[in-house]
């Protein structure tokens, strides 16, 4: 059964801590992604990687910073944790050169910032 | 400017009845349109694609079709079954890029 586990479902952080939410997947997918889900705003997509090293920003990057060290780790950085950072992350992968593009989601890691 | 548009009322249906939720877009080109389902504190799952060249594509009992003259995509679930209460995203992809745009999703809530 294919994969893409994340850190932790809930975290509590204060502000101005950095925080690192990981993400992990089994999939041996090139493509990985970070959105977060606010009610009434959606899905929005904060940075996303295409292979190894490679990161190319989303439409929310600002406040936000991404390590891909390997293939199946994805690793989101919230330098100084601000409290309108407080939302759900959703990471997820996809098979690079494969039409559908369908992504595979994580659980979610459910951030509080306080 | 581009837009995803999902009803963001709930839907209420009875079980057994059949239940469409509707996804338009403005000022967008899509190659492939998707769907996901989405459970309260959990991530999203895929359930359907359809391509631009095609109506219509059914999964048991699920069925999407796709009219880009409109510029909007249904999505059904027949028979429905209180199971199948959840919020239901729709998803574009444009061609030439490999990032999706996600609408805000429609609930949908299956009364036995």
């Known amino acids: 059964d294919v994969k893409v586990t994340q850190s932790s479902r809930y975290l509590v952080k204060r502000t101005g801590e950095k925080v690192f939410l990981e993400c992990v997947q089994d999939m041996d997918h090139e493509n990985m992604f970070w959105y977060r889900q606010d009610p009434g705003l959606g899905l929005r997509l904060i940075y996303f990687?295409?292979?190894?090293?490679?990161?190319e920003k989303g439409d929310i990057p600002e406040g936000y910073s991404v390590s891909r060290e390997k293939k199946e780790r994805f690793s989101l950085i919230l330098e100084s944790a601000s409290t309108n950072q407080t939302s759900m992350y959703l990471c997820a992968s996809s098979p690079s050169g494969r039409a559908s593009y369908e992504q595979f989601f994580g659980p979610g890691t459910r951030l509080t910032v306080l | 400017s581009q837009k995803i548009e999902q009803n963001s009322e709930a839907l209420n249906i009875q079980e057994g009845k059949t239940a469409t939720l509707t996804c338009n877009y403005t000022n967008y080109s899509p190659a492939y349109l998707q769907w996901y389902r989405q459970d309260p504190g959990r991530g999203p799952v895929f359930l359907l694609l359809i391509r631009e060249n095609e109506k219509e594509k059914r999964k048991e009992r699920l069925k999407v079709t796709f009219d880009t003259t409109l510029k909007q995509s249904l999505f059904h679930i027949t028979a429905s079954q209180p199971a199948d209460s959840a919020t239901y995203l729709c998803a574009l992809l444009e061609g030439g890029y490999s990032t999706l745009t996600f609408g805000k999703g429609t609930m949908l809530l299956v009364s036995p």
């Open positions: 990687s295409y292979d190894v090293k490679m990161k």
